[in-house]
């Protein structure tokens, strides 16, 4: 029985007066006509700006019901049209979970998190709690109740909001990029958890750039490209295409052991060090949650930082980039030894959300702002080279995702100087734009800076680094170059034995102790 | 278009009310020093209006402005500032709503005025403090004297209410035409409007 | 990391009390102590009202809280009665709004502060529902709550952006620092919200039922003694203004 269906559907946001054209087209549907069987797992997929998210919109009702925009055709709910029904009348037969994890709370507890589906229906106060526990038990998220939402990981947010469209019992499940925030571990335990919705028989539709973490649970994907269904697939079609065929088509691997063949980065680098010594931290009151006696790497030439969730990496970059007035320690180069406060002008972040840190009302101002000397033709040059010139004078707010980025970025090289960080830069990214930030890290690479880049992402690290500090429990696991084949298929066995620890485990407890002596020969 | 507050409007009502409570709390904190507190009246209202500003362009229907002061005389009273300010929050809230409504939510002059009567719900704060001082000097009148008490009225005379509430408005004007301008410059272009 | 209004999560909190009877009891406070109301016996119920919020905070085991409590408060009562008539002039005038505005805020404040350390979001949202406030009301105040942290949150990572940029206040520029800090913070909560939003609404928020709320409310002895010192303290007032006439 088809339980959704699209007929002849467009759809195109709103033009915004942006001045930036690139946004206005993005995103916007064309003729789309599909029918969705009961209880099938589809996968939605194709780069940025396809239509991914759209899609998922018209099935839980945010399109036409949220978001303005001139709407062409209609999509039937058990042969219901959507446009008849309200978000309420929806939110009954569809469950949604979003990308971000830090938004789609309305409750601080995630108890309540959990009972807000069924509160909202007004079901009585006794089978609001039944519900509770019963989908806390069937998604095995006893261990989260009670908890402050502020005090889970990325991961554990991701299942509360499973957990929380599950407990009204919809019929069909639309997510929309749920593993964009989350470590290989978290992701391995969110499959588990997909998993189960699908052995319960529900319809799954996900939009997703991580395809590695699917396979085996989808038997249907569709493939988008600029609005339109390009592609319509079974599994077993989808697995047969060869894998450079995907790669054409915009699409992250399937598989991670398929990385191996990646070559790798060119030495960098004059053989100068960067050291760290006797670098601590600890929140007030609260054990060490930081604590290196020593950690060397390259000067010249990128290195990434890798570590489950909670290992303290973002800790660490914080400390190194001197913004924790708690932290101990030194760090030297060849010739000296930085303080706290030298090194706030040692080093430069672009954080995980570039929105942070941007001030100014033009491209131009936000790269003379950096200067220590304001000089507009050097900035220009500097924005030449990221491909920005064009923007100078738009509001750097305005700018799509990947351009605030490179705005962050350029900034950062306007401002000279020589270690330049990276927190988690290609989160949520397609495999173009995520090749693209690999571009912006080699170029700072060969620039003869430092790059430090704080990431997840297998593929992204071999596209750029040469070096690789693994921390974990707060501590330098190991070190090791990734300039040879060797370090690379090192680097590939910690991310795929974490795939596999995930799904041995199954246990979500375990996502807070991730296990530390996974074997990595 | 239906008039009756949506989820949306409701949603949006509470994020607002949090981001400009943080604003004026950071401003306010100047308060701490207890001589200053009268230049909260001057302070809030103008770093009041950046966001207040960016709300006003978010708002289509009637009740919103209402709610919102409502909640922030709830804050106060959670804060420790007493009650006042749940009155004059849905006082001056629903008096901004009639003024929002009546140009159709289009005019932008018309929200820098309304920011300016907006702003005055800030006098519910010094109302424990002005209205009552009375009682407060009678306490003090066993032990001082009469004269004492009479010096005492004469630094904070009658007057000091309206006084506040008129600098509350003026530089809810001002606050207003920063918004504005803040809301031109960088609001309009970043596309969140 | 405590940056919430009201708590996330639970914690013990020494004497329980429902949420109706902390307002009730904030609400007297305010009414008479930051009221003012000196009159007759009442000089002496105040004193009763000023220590329920250190009993609830030693309760609490809240030391540091209680301590300030003590110094601050004692402290005023002292100057009051001792030491104003020692000073003159302009110290004379600061002195007696400092000791006027300390003795009158500090017990609501601190109760407050007890109220919002204490109660969490859920069930202080509860409290309203039964207090049958509108959901015109007590939705835009959960969003409030849940939002509080978030921008708090937003509002450090710029101040961290800041730091690292090397913006700071000085060369007279504290305009644009307030603008620099302002403008992504709001730009940022109002993306943040459009998700939540989202979020609420696919779960159906707003719908046309009355909503449910599974917290558990209800009065017990402790609240029954406190909503009695509270009514006894209107009884009071209303006592001395009648024999005043």
Redesign the interface.
Known sequence: MEVIECRDVSFSYPANGLPNGEKQDSGALKHISCTIEDGTFVLLCGASGCGKTTMTRLFNGLIPHYHEGVYDGSVFLDGKDTREMTLFDISLKVGSVFQNPRSQFFNVDTTSELAFGPENHGMAEDIVRERVSHVAAQLKLEPLLDRSIFSLSGGEKQKIACGSAAAVDPDIYVLDEPSSNLDTYAIADFRLLLSALKAQGKTVIISEHRLYYLSGLFDRVLYLKDGKIEGDYTAEEFCGLPAGQRETMGLRPLDLAGLSELEGQPQRGNGDVWTITDFSFAYKHEPETLHIEKAIFPSGGATAIIGHNGAGKSTFARCLCGLEKRCRGMVRDGSRTYSRKERLKLCYMVMQDVNHQLFTESVLDEILLSMKNEDKQRAREILDGMDLLPYEDCHPMGLSGGQKQRVAVASAIASDRPLILFDEPTSGLDLFHMRQVAGVVNQVADAGKTALVVTHDPEFILRCCNYVLHLENGQIQESYSIEDSEGRKHLLNFFLNDTAQAALSGDCTAIHLVEKEVSTK | MNNKLQGKDLINIGIFTAIYFIVIFAAASIGFIPIFIPLISVIVPLVGGIPMMLFFSKIKKFGMLTICGVLLGIIMLLTGMGYWCIPTGLIFGLISDFMLKSCDYKNAKRGVLTHGVFSMWVIGAFIPIVVTRDAYYQSLLPGYGQEYADTLMAYMPDWILPVLLVASFVSGLVGGLIGRKIFKKHFERAGIV | ?NR???????ESSGIVLDPRTK?AV??TV??FI??????GMM?YYIIVLAAIPLLLLLAAKKWKGSILYIVIFSGSLCL??FG??RLTGVAN??A???V???L??TP??????F??TTT???EFVAAMERLHLP???T??????????????E??S??G????????RFGGGKAGAI???R????????????E?????????????????????KLGFHAQDILFLLICIGAFAAQIYVLAVRG
Request: glycine share 8%; charged share 15%; with cysteine.
């Open positions: 990391m919430e209004l009201l708590a996330s999560q639970k307002l904030l609400i305010a009414v930051l009221g003012g109301s000196y009159e000089q009051e009665m104003l008539s005038y600061i007696v709004a400092i006027g505005i300390l009158r805020f609501s404040v601190v109760m407050g502060y109220v919002v969490t979001v859920s959901q015109q009301i939705i835009p105040m959960s969003v409030m709550f849940r939002f509080f942290p978030t921008v708090a937003e509002w990572a710029i961290d952006a800041m730091r690292m940029r090397g913006v307030l603008e620099y302002m403008v992504p913070m709001m730009i940022c909560s109002v993306k943040i919200g998700e939540l939003s989202q979020a609420a609404l696919t779960r159906g928020l707003g719908g046309p039922v009355k909503r449910t709320n599974i917290c």
